[in-house]
């Protein structure tokens, strides 16, 4: 009787254990290395002035992004103030609403929308708002990223919204209280918390998206806090001081990214974080 | 009279003298305005509003795509008459003389895309193996986290660390495949760093976690029956893995695949700043190269002509075409497989 | 706001069925040839049953009846299901509920409803719950603490939970969290309580709260139950009603009368071979 197992066998288990082992650690690895180069790279540009004070002509040392710093901000708040809404209401709609015929067409649509590649939903930001309005805007780029953002808040909606019992709706449409008020007042907070997560998550995909913004926003090396007029974003800075052939251009980009991604990343562990300990029980 | 042993609650004494205490409320009243009390519309209102809302900000995302559609159609149509299916086929891109053609563009994004693939899927789904069979709790918990984040990076981040990192890399790992395998055309040519190897190095970076993370999901939810059926017939952990879990998982695995070449189709940034862009079709993959994304993204600013424009709109609608394609024949694909093993 | 142009919802005489002789002369609830169906399925047959005012009716079957769907019909829930659909009449005080001038929103606040399983807001405090049903149609300017602590002492509730008003809801116990349902049912004043299986959650010691509870409140309006359990009927009722499933899964009525007289001696075979468990 055989008890022990083939050489050949049992060298396979180890090689393919070993090599998806390494696999694993490799995926892990690579977001370590790409880390410590941004942090190490970026970091010694870090400074105050670095978000405080303009750029300097060009050639010349030192100056910041502060230009950037708040274009990003007006641009990616934009996008909020009409994505997050009609993407909470659609995930209203999908969830409480939609009949199967409709409700199949809308998710349809919906995952086509996040299916688009985010240059192509540049070019639509510049054939809809920047031809019509006559000019690169701020504004142009808040349509484009909200572009993002609704599919992505549409579906998390309405993932989470289905997640609340249906007795919670008995409850309330038996007390007497109309439906619409049962959804705003009783489904909406309690699925509450996988709401914000989404939100969050959209918020913190666009505040790193560049591609959409060459197009809409074009980028300005000014101050500019007007959303009718071009604006400068961290990313599109991060994007051109990359490809110029200026040594202290290519440290204030490290630092812009390392900006950049200790924001984008702290929103994504939070989220992460929150959503581990008031999940699903 | 038959008794079937049921406590009454006639039984319970204090019972009858609450009754006869309450009696005098007993009298009949009837609600005096019940009539009203029926109907009172308050908020009558109220849902008919709220549903025509919440139905319009649904509608905009259906109006959104079609709108989408036809405006990028109407900009792009100039060079699509201009140049009809040539614009597809020809490799001749030249601004200065006016003539337009995207054919090393669709070669460059498909090429990337596939690299991208090929080396990323073993990775991926290694890992995701890893994660999902092998690796306890403790362990998989923080490296599915590592992996996660990396797809949270900004993809102009990646790509500035693509040209600074991956870039020499892979410059330093051409020079001596070139000298071994440079008679085969794939390995040919001069080892700049820059070219369609490295933008599908970067593109396979920028996959993996999406990959990992959606194989993942899927290898957790093959039943643990499957398994032991397969431990009980004296495999080996890995027999078991490749053949009873991965193939109970298949169709979500090629699903996780379809949707990472949708991902990598589209990427612009991160390829860009690492292909070269330059306009050619070279079988190398050591040679630089361009995609229909990073063609638009770096040229868009150079288009002074409304053809040129319409051009460069004109290549995003292929690639929203091409993109769509892979989704739809993703889905496809999906529903067929999962129709196969429900059959089976 | 009712408005003189508006049609009135006109009493509906139904000399066929008179109340019952021990109802006080009052109908709380008249039912009248119901039938309904979930999308293409039948799911009751021509019911027709008194609720009698201030008497507690229980509804018996074996699962499947159709008991849960002809509670649920009493105020309009039923047609929440999409596809769901009524035929003949539910009279509360006479006046016909599928009324078109009827809005079930008015309707759910007059017939309050308890559930199968304790189901509490889990956002909301303790408090917030009981008041829910009067804060979520706006009704301001009232005396909500009062309110609250005098709908907590109609569901004895209020000396356990007292000083707990602002801890979340759902950190009761279970029976405590389905006495806090009956609060807050109560709290909207309705003049009809209808609880579907409101103990088949609930421990021994917990059911046995909630029925001592259903006896007092009897005494202030006509219950409606629910329930599989055929000794809490004969415990709480004064009245039941006997259901079952005839040909295609259709849930009928097959006897209803006096508790006492029911259980001891029942007119219909069913219903006998049913109470001494002979199925169901």
Known sequence: MELVLGRRRRLADQVMRGLCTAAGFGGAGILLLLLAHVVVNGISALSPQLVTELPTPLGVPGGGLAHAVVGSAIIVGLACLWGIPLGIGAGIYLAEYAGPGVGTVVRFMADVLSGVPSIVLGIFGYTIIVTQMGGFSGLAGAFALGVITLPIIARTTEEVLRLVPGELREASLALGVPRWRTILRIVVPTASTGMITGTMLAVARIAGETAPLIFTTLGNNFWSSDPTRPMAAMTLTIFQYAIWPYEYLHQQAWAASLLLMTVVLLINVIVRLASRSYGPR | MRCFGYPFKQAYPEQDQMESTASPERTPSPTPNLNALLRTGRWRWGDTVFRVVVSGTAASIVLGVILLVITMFEAGLAALIAFGPSFVWSTVWNPVSQVFGVLPAVYGTIATSALALVLAVPVGIGAAIFLAELAPRWLSNPISFLIEMLAAIPSVIIGFWGLFVVVPLVRQVEAPLGRVLGVIPMFSGPAYGIGLLAAGVVLAIMILPILTAVARDVLRAVPTSQREAMLALGATRWETIARAVVPYARSGIVGATILALGRALGETLAVSMVIGNTFQVSPSLFAPATTLASLIATQFREADTALYLSALIAAGFVLFVITMLVNVVARILVWKLTVQSVEV | ?280
């Open chain 3, 1 to 280: 706001m009712q408005t003189a142009a508006q049609p009135q919802v006109a009493p509906v005489a139904a000399p066929s069925v008179s109340p019952s002789p021990d109802s006080g002369g009052r109908l709380g609830i008249g039912v009248r040839h119901l039938s309904a169906w979930y999308g293409p399925h039948q799911a009751l047959r021509d019911i027709t049953l008194d609720i009698p005012d201030r008497q507690v009716t229980a509804i018996i079957g074996p699962s499947g009846c159709g008991k849960s769907t002809l509670i649920r019909c009493l105020n309009r829930m039923h047609e929440v299901t999409p596809g769901a659909r009524t035929q003949g009449q539910v009279l509360l005080e006479g006046h016909d509920v599928f009324a078109p001038s009827v809005d079930p929103v008015a309707l759910r606040r007059l017939v309050g409803m308890v559930f199968q399983r304790p189901n509490p807001f889990p956002t909301m405090s303790v408090f917030d719950n009981v008041v829910a049903g009067l804060r979520l149609v706006a009704q301001r300017n009232r005396n909500l603490d009062e309110l609250a602590e005098r709908s907590l002492r109609r569901a004895a509730l209020w000396d356990e939970v007292r000083d707990k008003l602002r801890s979340a809801g759902t950190a009761l116990s279970g029976g405590q969290q389905q006495r806090l349902c009956i609060a807050r049912a109560l709290a909207v004043d309705p003049k009809v309580l209808l609880m579907d299986e409101p103990c088949s959650a609930l421990d021994p010691i917990a059911t046995l709260r909630i029925e001592e509870l259903i006896r007092v409140l009897r005494e202030e309006i006509p219950i409606v139950i629910v329930t599989h359990n055929m000794q809490q009927a004969a415990r709480v009722s004064d009245r039941t009603a006997f259901m079952l499933a005839g040909e295609e899964r259709v849930g009928e009525l097959i006897e209803v009368g006096d508790t006492a007289e029911m259980f001891t001696n029942p007119s219909d075979k069913r219903t006998e071979d049913y109470i001494t468990g002979r199925f169901g």
